[in-house]
């Protein structure tokens, strides 16, 4: 009996593991600043079960509280990896008492040419930055930036 427990435990345990890998990508170029990423499972759908990141935009009209912001996963408001494609949508709005104010991230990349979809994607990232300066209402101002992003996947 006790070989026979033994033997069906020794088989379970040399089942494949299920792997998992990550997402980064990031961008340094005029006046914006990021790196995000997170862990994404291998599995279907690629899911991702952590993310973090950060942002720095520079310009007089962003204010401080937005000018500098930091992504976790709840952020991630839309998320695509397909081997061929990917994609993310971050979305954080303001905190505290200040009037609306969101910083919103959009990143569009495809996997370089003759790659297999596990290594290195390039595109465009598109940044909007919303303050509403006025806490009665008003047109607030809205921050537009775009520019090139590289990813990585494992």
């Not at 379970?12 to 593991?17: E, F, G, R, V």
């Not at 998992?20 to 990508?25: D, K, L, P």
């Amino acid at each position: 009996m006790r070989a026979k427990l033994f033997l069906f435990l020794t088989a379970l345990s040399c089942q494949p593991a299920l792997a998992s890998g990550g997402v980064n990508c990031s961008a340094d170029a005029e006046g914006v600043s990021f790196e995000v990423g997170g862990g994404a499972s291998r599995g279907m759908g690629a899911a991702l079960f952590s993310f973090e990141g950060t942002l720095a935009v520079a310009g007089p009209d962003v204010a401080d509280d937005l000018a500098k912001t930091s992504f976790a996963r709840e952020h991630v408001a839309q998320y695509w990896l397909d081997g061929e494609e990917l994609r993310l949508l971050l979305y954080r709005e303001r905190e505290g008492d200040k009037p609306h104010g969101y910083v919103e991230l959009t990143i569009r990349t495809k996997a370089r040419p003759g790659d297999d979809g596990e290594g290195m994607y390039d595109g465009r990232y598109a940044l909007t930055v919303f303050d509403m300066t006025d806490e009665n209402g008003g047109e607030g101002v809205t921050i537009n930036r775009e520019g090139e992003v590289a990813c990585s996947v494992e």
